[in-house]
């Protein structure tokens, strides 16, 4: 008996591309190839989903999907890790137990892996928690589920336990009295929230007032939110699944929607090739962040 096949909403929500996507691409490549159901709607099966995710993946680190679509199966897999390796040849060896965080992950032990991380966040402190835990063991899942080694159920598990956590140390912090105000969001297409969370943690750790937006904010949204809220400053987080070539056009559109003393940042992995663009502060580490939010105190006595 074959499998049920998946909707087109289902497979859209599986994979991320729009349903006009899947049906320009049935047109004008011949893949899809949906089956029909009893009332003629599309049916895709699992292994066609399954390539359409790896094929998303692959755009998201910029390849082009024409030529993905007609690469053999082999050749599509054969992509994927590249990128994991060059990082885990230039990471350093793993000396601080990340390893064991990941494999609690892989175990599906979500008990054990919370009590270790509060053990880590009693040890460290939250400022070396977040810069020497959360972000390091962060990039380390994105590179196992891109190199297929985490699957994407054990990547969303660790990222509810992980923000879980993030949330429950942001809201036991003493609510910002020094300034500045900043506005934390990320732009539409980019889901990830765990870039923003550590920023928050960071910055309301220094007496920032933080006010979260969450994820996928339209940009007219963020240019009157700034304004309602009377923000100093909006800060935005890119991951690296963020297709880059977008990044430099919405920051700049961004920057004419705010006010001129409204400063604009933008930070996380997504932005480390992005150029420096005036008017846009880009900050490359969360140890820039804590900088240049000195600096603005030091221009706003």
């Given at each position: 008996m074959n499998p049920p096949g998946f909707n087109i909403a289902a497979v859209e929500r599986d994979t991320g591309l729009s349903k006009d996507v899947l049906r320009v691409w049935e047109r004008r490549y011949g893949f899809p190839v949906p089956d029909r159901d009893v009332n003629g709607?599309?049916?895709y099966p699992a292994d066609?989903?399954?390539r359409l995710r790896l094929i998303k993946r692959l755009m998201d680190q910029g390849h082009?999907?024409?030529k993905l679509i007609s690469a053999p199966a082999d050749e599509l897999t054969a992509l994927v890790p590249r990128r994991s390796r060059r990082a885990e040849s230039a990471a350093p060896a793993d000396a601080t137990g990340l390893a064991d965080l990941l494999a609690l992950i892989k175990q599906h032990d979500a008990a054990g892996y919370l009590q270790a991380m509060q053990q880590r966040l009693a040890r460290q402190g939250l400022q070396r928690f977040v810069q020497d835990t959360v972000a390091p063991l962060t990039r380390q899942v994105g590179e196992a589920w891109e190199d297929g080694s985490f699957e994407v159920f054990e990547e969303h598990l660790f990222t509810e336990l992980t923000k879980r956590l993030l949330r429950q140390v942001i809201a036991a912090l003493p609510s910002g009295a020094r300034g500045p105000r900043v506005l934390l969001t990320s732009l539409p297409d980019?889901?990830?929230i765990l870039g923003?969370?550590?920023?928050?943690?960071?910055?309301a750790l220094e007496g920032a007032e933080c006010i979260p937006l969450g994820?996928?904010?339209p940009l007219l949204e963020i240019g009157r939110a700034a304004a309602a809220h009377r923000a100093d400053i909006v800060g935005l987080s890119f991951s690296i699944a963020f297709p880059q070539r977008q990044i430099p056009g919405l920051l700049q559109q961004l920057r004419l929607i705010?006010?001129?003393?409204?400063e604009l940042w933008a930070g996380g992995g997504g932005i480390l090739r992005t150029?420096?663009?005036e008017g846009i502060l880009k900050l490359d580490t969360f140890d820039a962040a804590i900088a240049a939010l000195a600096d603005w105190r030091a221009n706003h006595p």
């Open positions: 709607e599309r049916l066609q989903v399954e082009r999907p024409g980019e889901p990830h923003l969370l550590m920023a928050e943690a960071l910055l994820t996928q904010m705010l006010p001129t003393a409204v150029p420096q663009m």
